[in-house]
């Protein structure tokens, strides 16, 4: 009766229960040290939650229906005896010239992209304009009263300092994209290094795109400290690049510039810094002087620094012999690593302490308020050099992502399941071709074969077939002899031959 007894409805499913027992029977052994478990209810769950989850496909379904979609695109054998004209021929001569373009498409794409990471820094030069003007100088205004401008304090005259930087023109670059100058030129039309002379104006007439604000992490300007001047007036001025959030490669309006101006009050002229804090990627550091003999640079980046002790270990030859990752140091290494031996893998974590920032480009100036300068001002011309990206390396990453590429890929793709479709119906087509030429030579022999060749094919299926498969000698085929019989074949041969080369088997061990 206990094993018709209705189930507790606070039993969820599937959830154990105690073996029941009845009253008179006693427990053996003590009783359990803890309370008794408390069953789980089962909760049900709302019927708008239930539609939409039976629904939803499987995860599964998208690889399911890849795999079976056709993939071969090779026309089948024999085709070419069947086919009026030469359609088959000018396709596989189509297909090889397809197999031998995709092969030197994906080997010109894998030589940018190495090219691409392999890229080296170019050097170009940037010409810097450092330039002031004046107002409310006492020389300014002779016919006021004290050499002063009406209304104006002891004291007031200004200056205005102005830094500008420019690319020049690389005429020897051949990869120079002159368009792209020209627009970059009809963008900017601000010309204020006409100063330098009509080579200059006209060496400035092409812009380029980079800004003078996008090669410097930080400009600092320094002033040299005078007794007679304010020391609110000379304090330092700092403008810092900001930091970029990910994925970002353009700078903020305020940011992004060709020129800087900063204004203050001075009738003395004063001398400052110009400290200019390159920002470059990757990174250059300034080398020790036991790291610059063996690199025989004084600055590089952190994998040149590897790849250059690299390459100087296999020059000398210092690798040993069975473990190739071991490094015997000579005379120049070990005044670098201080050990005898090092594990290759170790020298980028040793090169910390003989690596430092790179010494920022300073630049001297002196600000002339006096009125004899400023009868014929000239500004103050430097000429540094800048590392930019190579124009190769935009163009070649402009093809790796080109948005017409992958849509022509896509477009491939999908003719090629065209492709094979066609092919498979090709093959099915084929198929019924040689099922029916077969029929019409030998109607009754073939009609005899085909239907115990699917009588077999049925007993496989429903599971009822003998040894091997309903091969087992009691069809007609395997009952008739002769040179058209399956015993005078390639494969039964084969078959007899690989028995007697078995004692046992043929002994019946």
């Known amino acids: 009766m206990a094993m018709n007894a209705p189930m507790p409805p606070n039993y969820g499913r599937g959830f154990p229960q105690a073996a029941q027992r009845s009253p008179a029977t006693p427990r053996r052994g003590p009783p359990a040290p803890g309370p008794m ?16 989850q039976r629904n939803m496909p499987h995860p599964n379904d998208a690889a399911l229906r890849r795999s079976r979609k056709p993939t071969d695109k090779s026309i089948p054998d024999g085709v070419e005896d069947v086919i009026i004209g030469e359609g088959a021929q000018q396709y596989k001569s189509l297909r090889d010239l397809e197999k031998r373009l995709d092969a030197a498409i994906v080997r010109k794409r894998l030589d940018i992209q190495d090219s691409i990471s392999k890229t080296v820094k170019k050097y170009r030069t940037m010409r810097i304009w ?41 005429d020897s670059d051949p990869t120079t994209d002159p368009a792209s100058d020209e627009e970059a030129d009809a963008q900017d039309t601000t010309d204020a290094m006409d ?30 400290k005078a007794s007679t001047v304010n020391p609110d007036d000379v304090q330092t001025i700092n403008w810092t690049k900001p930091q970029l959030p990910p994925n970002t490669a353009t700078l903020p309006p305020t940011a992004d510039f060709d020129s800087l ?8 002229n004063l001398n400052v810094t110009i400290s200019l804090i390159r920002d470059e990627t990757p990174e250059r550091y300034k080398l020790s002087k036991e790291l610059a003999e063996v690199l025989d640079v004084e600055e590089e980046t952190r994998s040149g620094i590897v790849l250059g002790i690299w390459d100087y270990i296999r020059a000398m030859g210092l690798q040993e012999d069975e473990e190739k990752r071991l490094v015997r140091c000579d005379d120049r290494l070990r005044s670098i690593f201080g050990r005898d031996q090092m594990f290759f893998p170790q020298i980028p974590e040793s090169i910390g302490p003989h690596t430092s920032p790179i010494d920022p480009i300073k630049l001297p100036y002196t600000i002339r308020v006096d009125e004899d300068f400023h009868k014929d001002p000239t500004p103050t011309i430097y000429d540094i050099q800048v590392a930019v990206e190579d ?38 087509s084929r198929a019924k071709h040689s099922f029916f030429t077969a029929l019409s ?69």
């Open 37 to 52: 478990p408390v069953p789980i209810p089962q909760h049900a769950v709302a019927p708008q939650y239930v539609a939409p």
């Open 130 to 170: 450092v330039s002031n003007e004046v107002e409310n100088q006492p020389w300014q205004n002779p016919g006021a009263q004290n050499g002063l401008i009406p209304g104006s304090n002891p004291g007031s005259g200004r200056y205005k300092v102005r830094i500008e930087g420019r690319l020049l023109d690389d």
């Open 195 to 224: 100063h330098d002379g009509p080579d200059a104006k006209q060496s400035a007439s092409k812009r380029s795109r980079q800004r003078f604000s996008q090669f410097f992490k930080s400009i600092t300007i320094d002033f040299d």
């Open 261 to 268: 101006q900063f204004s203050r009050p001075s009738q003395e």
């Open 391 to 428: 124009p190769l390396r935009s163009r070649m990453m402009a093809l790796t992502q080109n948005p017409q590429y992958t849509a022509g890929m896509r477009q491939i793709a999908l003719l090629d399941d065209q492709v094979a479709l066609i092919i498979q119906a090709l093959t099915h």
């Open 441 to 509: 030579k030998d109607p009754a022999t073939f009609v005899r074969r085909w239907i115990n060749s699917q009588r077999r094919d049925l007993e496989t299926i429903l599971g009822e077939a003998g040894r091997g498969g309903g091969e087992d000698g009691s069809g007609p085929e395997f009952r008739r002899g002769g040179a058209d019989g399956v015993w005078d074949t390639v494969v039964a041969r084969e078959a007899v031959r690989y028995m007697l080369a078995k004692p046992e088997a043929a002994l019946g061990r």
